[in-house]
């Protein structure tokens, strides 16, 4: 609850018509008075013309101070005011506690008339909402005029949304939390685009149709293929035939989805043959990391007699970013590890700044041998599988942003190079090992030894020992993968090493931290780091504090922050603009450390190349293929990211931001995609 009444005036939600308006009249209060104000005409001079040839409302959704929300309705062509007695209303009022229920309804109006009263006394235990739109309902306050309903509400966690149906419509409302579109493909055209602009309140309903998508396999009685995502839970699959209506709706008792550890693993998420779902099928033909199978009814049997069928997957590399294909009835799907490149004019990129004291790491070969630790104590590749391996427990005895890092074994030994020229355990903190682990564009490691004549590489010797007298070899003898495993005193120790000491005692206002956690922790998972592990509550503040330490980054995220503010979205470009900040700022790996601080053993190598190859890749490039591929995965991304930013410029917090932006601002770096 508010400590003080100072005026400050929250636009929650607007819309003009059958338009939602909100940032459009955020920017239009008076931030100069107190209490602050606001005046606008309810005019299609001011917001166009959202509703042809029907007499339209404003609805205004506001509150002062956090306190309890108020609606304010005009009529077109009139002017709709806020000001010192709408402040002495809401200043009376009670301000809303913190046992909200899991639906809230902030505002709501029929035509010009408020309703928010009576749509909250309809909200039942259940927390869902249903009712139909008309006079009926909420009696004709508008005769002879056709008319809108508004609603401004949130469940328990999200921003406020707004939505708005025209009279004589029913109106439905239950929790669902965001739906993210993975992959959609009507016969051979991929319309993943197209059917993530159809979600509307979270959910889906559209029509299998050329009408809606084109007919761009003519001749052919198509299926449209949907694999979508709600939040944290397992991605889903839905096929609907042409002619048919295709509904995804949000289910709580799907699971939680958990991405392979194993980052070399070909991970099947979806797959379709014509109106059949073979993902179990297609995921037991995978033989050494890739498929190699053609789609016919041999493979998969016919499901669909006498149609020409499509073949559709979704799949990742490991926890990799998502990819698809498709393919026609008979035609062959040839699927093989990828090998992203990231430009660099350097050898290798230092993974320094991406490890805590108190880490876990397993290391797996080329090869696909993981290390362990043999009878006599020498450190070999024999171990089978990742539950055989030995889990080391990481040290970094340099300085914050140290290369270096050393191994313990699970007998509280370290690992030391012995006099064979292997590595063993049974050493000291003293005499322990460092090696450097640098990455590679081409997505393996390779591990240096610290402090030895020259730069050997840590190789497998014909025995599959460990030797640290290699030299640097394209071949597998000097290429690992690491999966790694954050814990929490890895977590603290890293922290301590990179945050500014004084950022501890420093208010945080939390919806900035969500601000900056989707700028950055939310944009590495959106683009590589797998579908929504992260938990913005829980490591935005790290976020925060971490990033506080470095101007230029703070710069680019408040650039950005001012662009939403003014255009209500989120560009590809602006978004790499923030991420190769990051990457310029030397603060890449310890946000990478943070992002990854609640995802358990994670295999590293393919998932920071596909990052880097991104971020790097695009704000060098300006590739048009590389920005669609952006535009495509960010859909989900870009909507959160714009109603948190709104949300932040809605409060007294980012309202005192806007006036001290010009401090932090630099200029922005040219060649970046739309």
Same mark, same amino acid.
């Given at each position: 609850m508010p400590t003080a009444n100072t005026g400050v005036l929250t636009i929650i939600g607007a819309a003009y018509g059958l338009k939602q308006v909100t940032g459009q009249v955020t920017l239009l209060v008076n931030r100069q008075t107190t209490p602050e104000t606001l005046s606008v005409q %309810? =005019?299609? =001079?001011?917001?166009? !013309?959202?509703w042809p040839g029907v007499s339209k409302t404003l609805t205004v959704v506001y509150s002062y101070d956090g306190g309890l929300p108020q609606t304010a309705t005009a009529m077109e062509n009139q002017t709709l005011t806020i000001g010192a007695h709408e402040f002495e209303l809401s200043s009376a009022a009670s301000a809303l506690n913190n046992t909200q229920p899991a639906l809230t309804v902030w505002g709501a109006s029929y035509g010009p008339k408020n309703v928010s009263q009576q749509v909250q006394g309809m909200v039942p235990s259940g927390q869902t909402l249903n009712l139909t739109a008309n006079n009926a309902t909420f009696t004709d306050t508008w005769v002879n005029h056709r008319k809108a309903f508004v609603i401004v509400a949130s469940y328990t966690g999200q921003v406020p949304f707004t939505d708005i149906v025209v009279e004589g419509s029913p109106y439905s409302?239950?929790? +669902? $939390?965001?739906?993210?579109?993975?992959? %959609?493909?009507?016969?051979? &055209?991929?319309?993943?685009?197209?059917v993530q602009a159809n979600v509307s309140r979270r959910n889906l309903s559209i029509a299998a149709s050329n009408s809606v998508f084109g007919d761009g396999w003519p001749g052919i009685n198509k299926t449209l293929n949907v694999v979508y995502q709600y939040a944290e839970c397992k991605p889903r699959q839905a096929i609907a035939t042409?002619?048919? @209506?295709?509904?995804? !709706?949000?289910?709580?008792?799907?699971?939680?989805?958990? $991405? $392979?550890? !194993?980052? =070399?693993?070909l991970n099947v998420i979806a797959a379709a043959y014509g109106r059949a779902d073979v993902t179990s099928k297609v995921a037991s033909l995978i033989a050494n990391q890739s498929l190699n199978i053609t789609a016919n009814n041999v493979t998969f049997s016919d499901s669909w007699i006498n149609h020409v069928k499509s073949f559709s997957m979704v799949y990742t590399w490991g926890s990799a970013a998502v990819s698809s294909l498709v393919v026609a009835e008979n035609q062959p799907v040839a699927v093989s590890a990828p090998e992203p490149l990231f430009p660099t004019d350097q050898n290798f990129v230092s993974m320094a700044g991406l490890f805590g004291s108190g880490d876990q790491m397993k290391l797996q070969t080329g090869a696909g041998g993981y290390w362990a630790v043999s009878a006599g104590g020498q450190i070999t590749t024999s171990g089978t599988s990742s539950d055989a391996a030995e889990s080391f427990t990481i040290g970094v005895p340099g300085a914050a942003g140290s290369a270096a890092i050393t191994l313990q074994c699970h007998d509280g030994s370290f690992v030391v190079v012995g006099g064979d020229g292997t590595l063993h355990s049974g050493g000291t903190a003293q005499n322990a090992a460092k090696l450097s682990p640098s990455l590679q564009s081409n997505g393996t490691i390779n591990l240096g030894l610290v402090g030895s004549s020259g730069a050997p590489f840590m190789a497998v010797n014909p025995a599959g020992a460990i030797a640290v007298n290699g030299t640097y070899n394209a071949d597998f003898s000097t290429c690992f993968n690491l999966l790694f495993n954050p814990t929490q005193t890895g977590l603290d120790n890293h922290m301590m090493a990179f945050a500014p000491p004084e950022a501890e005692n420093v208010d945080i206002d939390p919806l900035l931290v969500k601000v900056i956690w989707d700028l950055t922790g939310g944009c590495f998972l959106a683009i590589g780091l797998g579908p929504l592990?992260?938990? *913005?509550?829980?490591?935005?503040p790290g976020v925060y504090r971490l990033l506080q330490g470095y101007p230029s980054v703070m710069s680019r995220i408040n650039t950005?922050? @001012? *662009?939403? +503010?003014?255009? +209500?979205? %989120?560009?590809a470009g602006a978004l790499l603009v923030v991420?190769?900040?990051?990457?310029?700022a030397g603060v890449f790996m310890p946000l990478v450390r943070l992002v990854l601080s609640l995802a358990g053993w994670w295999g590293l190598s393919l998932a920071i190349v596909t990052i880097l190859t991104k971020v790097l890749g695009g704000a060098a490039t300006a590739g048009a293929t590389l920005a669609a591929e952006l535009i495509a995965s960010f859909a989900i991304w870009a909507y959160q990211t714009t109603m948190d930013?709104? *949300?932040?410029?809605?409060? &007294?917090?980012?309202?005192?931001?806007?006036?001290?932006a010009e401090v932090l601002r630099e200029p922005e770096p040219a060649c970046l995609p739309a």
């Open positions: %309810a =005019s299609n =001079s001011v917001f166009t !013309d959202t409302l239950k929790y +669902r $939390p965001h739906l993210q579109v993975l992959s %959609a493909f009507w016969g051979m &055209s991929d319309v993943t685009a197209v042409e002619g048919s @209506t295709l509904t995804v !709706d949000y289910d709580a008792t799907v699971p939680p989805y958990q $991405p $392979p550890v !194993d980052a =070399s693993a592990i992260g938990n *913005a509550e829980k490591l935005g950005l922050v @001012t *662009a939403i +503010r003014t255009n +209500r979205a %989120a560009t991420l190769k900040g990051v990457y310029d930013v709104l *949300a932040y410029v809605n409060s &007294s917090g980012g309202s005192k931001a806007a006036g001290e």
